[in-house]
């Protein structure tokens, strides 16, 4: 039987937050299971938390050179993900979006081809890169009558797109240009990618997971058969409250009494929303403020593992202050590694501040 204070303590270990690591940073993505990537700047942050040894170059040569990409994947969330896995990973959950797609626009798209959409698409965006804005206007001029929001929601569904640089890099602003995943990876061979790898890419990544875990983070039905006959080596664990729980058999479980030190998650992190059941990270009174405005996930703060505040970063001038936002009050030790560890990332994410602070504010 595991506690939710061990599953914690597995969670964290598996996604490089109980202790830093001194891997690179393309392993590191690949181990986290990729990293949020809805805005450009969230995964520079997930890697700075994660590893010994991280500079801002690190990640963006590893965009510019493509060897990292960022795709719509689960849910149609944009990940940041290693290249050599973002289309079999996509293969694998276009089905889910492609469902997801139809329920929320089908009606609208009544009539339209979504085949003819997708090649239209392709051959737009692997001429020339462009705006979403701009996609949409020439899909409008072929479909006049239908909404140029489904438009562009059929285009991203039923193509998998990524922004070309400078898009998608840390401080980038304003709309990128996109582009096929295919083209930016010279058109690589089909993928051989199947639903059971990517049953093994979650475990590995955020630990013993029930069946409701796995379909609340991948979107997919059907995993029952997938996990139970799908040939997957798996060992069935139990929650404190009795629920089943999944994991690989040669996965590492610490001690739930393994220290855990403070940790500043970034912006939508993965972490806050890879199970259904968030026992093992927060308090139910945590997440209702964590997750009170819909379709953003700010920045939070971890002590002992477990959410107890949010942060942000503010400039003033030539100062840039780090203001964390307690759920409740916070022990002095764990105020002042706090404060350590965010003029750490002060020095990180804003290293052109002539002054840095950092500022505990419960309002």
């Known amino acids: 039987m595991l506690t939710d204070r061990a ?14 690591s001194a891997t690179d940073p393309l392993t590191a993505i690949g181990r986290v299971a990729g990293l949020q990537a809805q805005s450009p700047n969230p995964p520079y942050l997930g890697l700075w938390s994660r590893l010994d040894r991280f500079a801002l170059a690190d990640l963006t040569e590893l965009i510019e050179t493509r060897q990292v990409v960022r795709v719509a994947l689960m849910h149609g969330k944009v990940q940041l ?8 990973l996509r293969q694998v959950v276009q089905p889910a979006l492609h469902d997801a797609l139809l329920a929320t626009h089908g009606e609208r798209l009544r009539g339209v081809a979504l085949t003819e959409v997708a090649q239209v698409t392709r051959e ?41 640089p400078p898009g998608g890099v840390w401080g980038a602003v304003g709309q990128p240009a996109w582009t096929t995943l295919s083209a930016w990876l010279g058109h690589p061979q089909p993928a051989t990618s199947t639903v059971a790898d990517l049953v093994e890419w979650y475990l590995s990544a955020y630990g013993p997971a029930t069946l409701a ?44 009494d393994e220290p855990a030190p403070v940790r500043y998650l970034a912006e939508f992190d993965n972490v806050l929303q890879a199970h259904d059941d968030r026992a093992r990270i927060m308090y139910d009174d945590d997440r209702k403020a964590i997750f009170a405005t819909p379709g953003v996930v700010p920045g939070v703060v ?59 504010n419960s309002r």
């Not at 599953?7 to 830093?20: P, V």
């Not at 890169?129 to 562009?152: C, F, K, M, N, Y």
């Open 7 to 20: 599953l914690n303590r597995a969670l964290l270990d598996r996604q490089l937050l109980l202790d830093r």
């Open 124 to 164: 737009l965006l692997e001429d020339l890169p462009r705006t979403i804005a701009d996609l949409g206007t020439e899909l409008a001029a072929r479909w006049p009558d239908v909404p140029v929001t489904s438009l562009t929601a059929a285009a991203r569904t039923e193509v998998a797109l990524v922004p070309v």
């Open 81 to 88: 993900v290693a290249a050599r896995h973002a289309p079999g």
């Open 213 to 256: 875990d796995l379909r609340a983070w991948s979107g997919l039905p059907g995993l029952n058969e997938i996990v139970e006959d799908a040939g997957l080596r798996l060992v069935r664990l139990r929650g404190q409250e009795g629920a089943q729980l999944f994991d690989l058999p040669d996965a590492t479980l610490p001690d739930e």
């Open 302 to 360: 971890l002590v002992d593992g477990f959410t107890q505040g949010t942060w942000k970063i503010t400039r003033s001038g030539q100062s840039a202050y780090l203001v964390v936002r307690p759920f409740a009050q916070i022990p002095t030790r764990d105020v002042h590694d706090l404060t350590e560890e965010g003029l750490r990332l002060l020095a990180f994410a804003a290293p052109d501040a002539s002054t840095h602070d950092v500022r505990f």
